[in-house]
């Protein structure tokens, strides 16, 4: 089981920008796929942002695509997610999440249930 603890979210106004970082911790993760997702009040989890830890696979949503970036730090075992151009629809709590595989299909991760491995959450809020 690999550990995750987001941090960094906030209240931001529109147009702002912000970085969520997740710590992650425990067994062996270098093959793991780690992926942020969020839900807003009312709505489903849905897909963010994915990549594979040892690089070479990478995803986004097309509501995300072009604003934010997933990136990490081996060093410190983190993995950051940088939002850019937020916009009120942003609003949700985001979450880490780790996968040992993921189900692609039209280019992005579909399968929420492939991510066993989840942080408590961070709530991001965008005024507008």
């Known amino acids: 089981q690999v550990q995750l603890v987001e941090s960094g979210g906030g209240l931001v106004q529109a147009g702002g920008s912000l970085i969520l970082s997740c710590a992650v911790s425990g067994r062996t993760f270098s093959s793991y796929y780690m992926g942020w997702f969020r839900q807003a009040p009312g709505k489903e989890r849905e897909f963010v942002t994915a990549f594979r830890w040892s690089g070479g696979y990478e995803y986004y949503a097309d509501s995300v695509k072009g604003r934010f970036t997933i990136s990490r730090d081996y060093a410190k075992n983190t993995v950051y997610l940088q939002m850019t151009s937020l916009k009120p629809e942003d609003t949700a709590v985001y979450y880490c999440?780790?996968?040992?595989?993921?189900?692609?299909?039209?280019?992005?991760?579909?399968?929420?249930?492939?991510?066993?491995?989840w942080g408590q959450g961070t709530q991001v809020t965008v005024s507008s």
């Open positions: 999440a780790a996968a040992r595989w993921v189900t692609i299909r039209n280019g992005v991760p579909v399968r929420i249930a492939d991510f066993d491995s």
